[in-house]
């Protein structure tokens, strides 16, 4: 029987929250994106038992998901940015601020709705998406368990 286990990347520790305005927050993604992970898991032993019995494991280019497999002293086998999680966008508004997370909320509504200033559109993420899955099943053909780390597209 063939398995493909998707695994999300370890929580990235990021410690600046204070409100900011839409014009910081493409800043705000680029520290987010730079951070290292919090070395915590839940079930860490389920973890190192899924990566011990992988025959593959694929990450994402970001380095949450690379850092995820290296604490275990793993080396991923492919690092592909097909994996990437979907994009953010942003914009220069400096109308209002608000907390990150606020911010990440209310652009990823309006990037379901089409806007995508500074990134990737929904349709693109899309055509990624299917880019992905397409490599997943050539990978199928040649390996019986992949672990992939990363995050939803």
């Known amino acids: 029987m063939k398995k493909i286990i998707l ?25 987010y994106d730079n951070e290292y992970i919090i070395y915590k898991f839940s079930s860490k032993k389920k973890i190192k038992n899924l990566f011990d019995d992988a025959d593959i494991l694929i990450c994402s ?11 275990f002293g793993k080396t991923p086998f492919e690092i592909n940015s097909v ?3 979907a994009q953010l966008p942003y914009a220069s508004w400096a109308l ?37 899955t397409k490599r997943l099943l050539q990978l199928s053909k ?6 992939l780390v990363g995050h939803e597209l």
Do not use: M
Not at 7 to 31: P, S, T
Not at 101 to 130: M, P
């Open 7 to 31: 695994l999300r990347h370890g929580e990235v520790d990021i410690k600046e929250n204070k409100n900011i305005l839409a014009n910081q927050l493409g800043r705000w993604i680029i520290k």
């Open 61 to 71: 280019s970001q380095k949450r998901s690379i850092q995820s497999v290296e604490i």
């Open 83 to 85: 994996f990437n999680e």
């Open 96 to 132: 209002l601020k608000l907390p990150p997370k606020i911010w990440l909320i209310f652009f990823r509504v309006l990037w379901f709705f089409g806007y995508s200033q500074n990134c990737e559109s929904f349709k693109e993420t899309k055509q990624r998406a299917k880019k992905a």
């Open 142 to 147: 040649r390996y019986k368990t992949i672990v």
